[in-house]
């Protein structure tokens, strides 16, 4: 690890450049041939970089000002390695979690760990106890291991949002970030607090960064709570490098992970990357490789891990750039000037949840691309709270309907499916999206189709629905249509509630199915008469042959009657939860709704 700390104690030593001492030490330095061995207070694995050697003449080349420095370095470490026991923290290579090995916890500590771990949804308990310096496996293809690249990349802003989190996460993530990134490409980190709480991060991080990095870390507060969108943009606009990197600041950087995404980026600007995420369990800070992975979406806007396209199997080299639709979110990294002319993040959105889905699909339609990188790994803490707000599904909600109508075409009827609001008067106030509107006029963005068809062919299109929502019987309004224990395949009533297992979708062709949308995997399955039970059936509709059997006749208030056997769905009273039992048999008159309806 040639770079292993060099940054921040580069940058101390210029701090102290006006000591007087340091001329004496300069001259010693010109005269001896070897400096001394690191002292007792240095890294656990001996791997601080030292510095020897002697200038002929006047002139001092640059690997001996190098050296020199390196020399001072040490001096200035062993003055500075208080700061992180001041704030009860630990540094150096070793310890526990050494590695990205499991750690644990006392029986005494555990009863202390519990307020902690319900605060921030993490064991920070466990991470105060874990060196801020250590270095995790590397999870990287083999071959990326042999791969050399250019000097001159891009420089790189590394920003991390953070709201009360754990003051020893936010330092690892900024500890590993120093450690990992060579020191020529890591202009600056910076810290962008969306209004935090918690004393510890005033004054004490400032004080702790300011000394530990001087010039490296900046840090911005915001006077109110943004949210995590609003809270990017900040640390954008005070960035300065030529790329931008915008992460959690819960991760922790692993070896050359930096020099494949710049490499990437400088081919092509227009390239958002996202380095492969890896996982650091929240109980034991253990690491775990996940597998290399695709960013995918479903329709209620919600990210999730896909497989990688089946072109990227077929070329056979797992350190490839994996294509991928839109980005799971906790961390990406642009160029900066081409972020901003796309749009940067739709500030319109709240706090979090569709803005990592809405950019995937403009930098696509807009002429742009998004990658994922194997050669590339940062690990993430999947926390078990979110800081923001309890419910973030109600943020979420109003943002995928802002991406619907922005950018989803005719498709955006899918979103207010998966969501089972109306097309119209749903009483959510997304906000105004006429810039928005304006922003894909002028970068000339493709449509919504062209997307689907050559970037995310893999999920699921369901415009061909007519009417969708929860199914009421006019015999028992307060029960709706449910898909029931999956295991049972059989449809059943419940009190109504309107999530997900109550989504029936009624289409052009005369299916009806029941459930949540599906993706890109199993897809949402259909009622069926079988011809032999009382009892409606819920099947895989593409594995039942006999077409009449899964179609229905209905239009709205009217009876749903089976084209195979004239059968009509109905409820009757019946000794079973609820009182009432779905089933096929003569029709006796009982109308059906379905709540909404797909207007054009």
């Not at 020897?52 to 080349?61: L, P, V």
């Not at 490098?241 to 990437?264: K, Q």
């Not at 930098?363 to 926390?383: K, N």
């Amino acid at each position: 690890m040639a770079f292993v700390f060099r940054r921040w104690r580069v940058l101390l030593v210029l701090n102290v450049l006006a000591v007087a001492g340091f001329m004496t030490f300069w001259a010693k330095c010109n005269t001896r041939n070897s400096v001394q061995a690191a002292g007792p207070d240095a890294p656990a694995d001996g791997k601080r970089p030292r510095g020897n050697g002697t200038a002929q003449g006047s002139s001092i080349s640059h690997e001996v000002l190098l050296k020199r420095l390196s020399s001072l370095e040490d001096v200035v470490y062993r003055q500075l390695n208080g700061l992180s026991k001041s704030l009860g923290l630990i540094e150096g290579f070793g310890g526990r979690g050494k590695g990205g090995l499991p750690a644990t916890l006392s029986p005494g500590e555990e009863s202390d760990a519990k307020e902690l771990r319900e605060k921030y949804g993490y064991n920070a308990y466990l991470s105060d106890r874990i060196s801020l310096d250590r270095t995790l496996p590397d999870h990287r293809p083999a071959k990326c291991r042999k791969v050399s690249y250019p000097r001159d990349l891009p420089q790189i802003s590394l920003i991390f949002i953070f709201v009360n989190e754990a003051l020893s996460v936010i330092l690892r993530s900024v500890h590993s970030a120093v450690n990992h990134t060579p020191a020529h490409l890591l202009k600056e980190i910076i810290l962008v607090d969306d209004n935090s709480d918690d004393e510890q991060l005033k004054g004490p991080l400032e004080e702790y960064v300011n000394k530990r990095y001087p010039g490296l870390v900046k840090i911005v507060r915001n006077q109110k709570r943004e949210g995590l969108i609003r809270a990017r943009l900040e640390g954008w606009k005070v960035a300065t490098a030529e790329v931008t990197g915008i992460f959690d600041a819960h991760v922790e950087f692993t070896p050359s992970w930096a020099e494949p995404v710049l490499a990437r980026i400088k081919e092509d600007h227009k390239r958002i990357i996202l380095p492969s995420i890896d996982n650091i369990k929240h109980e034991t800070f253990e690491a775990e490789r996940y597998e290399n992975s695709a960013h995918g979406y479903n329709w209620e806007l919600w990210c999730m891990y896909i497989n990688p396209p089946k072109q990227w199997w077929d070329e056979g080299d797992t350190s490839a750039p994996i294509r991928t639709p839109a980005m799971i979110g906790c961390s990406f990294v642009a160029n900066r000037d081409y972020f901003g002319q796309l749009g940067l993040l739709d500030s319109g959105m709240d706090v979090y949840g569709g803005e990592n889905i809405e950019l995937g699909i403009r930098v696509w339609l807009c002429g742009g691309s998004m990658e994922v990188l194997p050669c590339s790994r940062v690990s993430h803490i999947a926390r078990t709270k979110k800081p923001y707000h309890s419910n973030i599904a109600f943020h979420t909600r109003r943002n995928a309907l802002r991406v619907a109508e922005v950018w989803m075409d005719e498709y955006k009827s899918n979103v207010y499916q998966a969501w089972n609001i109306p097309m119209e008067n749903h009483g959510i106030d997304y906000g105004d999206i006429s810039q928005r509107v304006a922003l894909r006029k002028s970068l000339q963005c493709k449509n919504f189709e062209w997307y689907l068809d050559n970037v995310y062919p893999e999920m699921r299109r369901y415009n061909n629905t007519v009417f969708y929502g929860e199914l009421r019987n006019s015999k028992v309004n307060h029960l709706c249509m449910d898909q029931g224990m999956k295991e049972n395949h059989t449809a059943t009533l419940h009190p109504c509630h309107g999530w997900g297992p109550q989504i029936g979708r009624y289409t052009k062709e005369g299916q009806l199915f029941l459930g949540p949308l599906g993706s890109t995997g199993e897809d949402t399955r259909c009622v069926v008469d079988d011809q032999i039970s009382r009892l409606p059936q819920l099947l895989n509709c593409d594995k039942v042959t006999n077409l009449k059997q899964k179609t229905w006749h209905f239009s709205q208030n009217a009876s749903i009657i089976n084209r195979a056997t004239g059968r009509c769905l109905e409820v009757e009273q019946a000794n079973v939860y609820f009182g009432h039992l779905l089933v096929l048999q003569p029709c006796s008159g009982q109308r059906w709704t379905i709540k909404n309806t797909v207007k054009p």
